[in-house]
């Protein structure tokens, strides 16, 4: 199990703080190491955004899963010029 911050600063989003948290795990001796894991993050104009994703490996390689969902909840002011 691995977690690393993130910090970012955008014009659409503020200053945002952050996480990822993920697990490596090997379903068996023969496949590849799979990573299941989410991430989220919140800014200081009160916007969430973050998902779950998955890259599994299993039976010696021979099937694969590569799945993800993401969501997000965006409040800004900022004018991209777009009416």
Do not use: C
Not at 36 to 49: E, F, K, L
Request: glycine share 14%; aromatic share 10%.
């Amino acid at each position: 199990m691995a977690g690393n911050p993130s910090f970012s600063v955008d014009p659409k989003l503020g200053t945002t703080a952050g996480g990822i948290i993920a697990y490596m795990p090997r379903f068996d001796e023969q496949s590849t190491p799979s990573i299941i894991g989410v991430a989220a993050s919140y800014s200081n104009t009160d916007s969430v955004v973050g998902g779950v994703f998955a890259d599994t490996y299993w039976n010696g390689d021979r099937h694969r899963l590569l799945a993800g969902v993401a969501f997000g909840t965006i409040r800004n002011e900022y004018d991209d010029g777009h009416r």
